[in-house]
């Protein structure tokens, strides 16, 4: 209301939440997908495949009342006081781990069809030169399928940054810079859904929101600019 305009907190909480939910989603979607493909039976992937469907239709506001629910409390009564902190549980780790859930579902299905279309053959002649399954998975399969892993978390990197009612939910919407995962944050999509309506009568509130709506269309775009870049660069090494 003073005239002062800054995007830099929102910027950072918004990777704060976004850096977290894909650490923790990362390692769990690629293990998940190579035991679905290499190592469990068909039949547990063909049941898996309408749970994971499920799971990515599931209304971001369910994710939201479960991270308030559940999570908030967890975070609050467990992990701060394990760091020495008493908190309420409504921060930026709260927000990753809701945020992880959420989009588990979208880069697991992307990583099961990476790996599905791998040609049997590859597997077939290295198992034939001596190798163990788990040598093929690494230095065969890892390898061929690594541009569509980086698209895969890429995407699920920019919907990630995007998403809006579930994070908003938990993270606690602090306007300062975050320099910690236990403190609260304000990403930029909460930022927006929180204030737009409320701010259209103040010209240059609403022109700071539409610039902040700018600002992550921007970011969402560099990130997919960088990932095309390391796809083609290797591509081109391998």
Known sequence: MSGQFGMYPFIISSLWVTVIALLLAGPVCLLSAIHL????????LRIMHPVIDILAGI?????GVWGVLAIVPFVGDHIGPLFGKSITGYSILSG????AVMIIPFILNILIEVFRTIPEELTEVTLSLGATHWMVIKHVLLRKAFPGIISAFSLGLSR?????????MVVGNVT??????LQPGYPLPALIANNYGEMLSIPRYDSALMLAALVLLVIVILFNIISRWLIFRVERNT
Do not use: K, W
Request: glycine share 10%.
């Open 59 to 63: 209304p971001s506001v369910i994710f």
């Open 160 to 168: 990630a940054f995007g998403e809006t009612i579930a994070v908003l």
């Open 37 to 44: 493909t290499q190592y469990a039976r068909p039949i547990v």
């Open 176 to 181: 300062r810079i975050p320099t910690g995962a």
């Open 96 to 99: 990753g781990l809701v945020l």
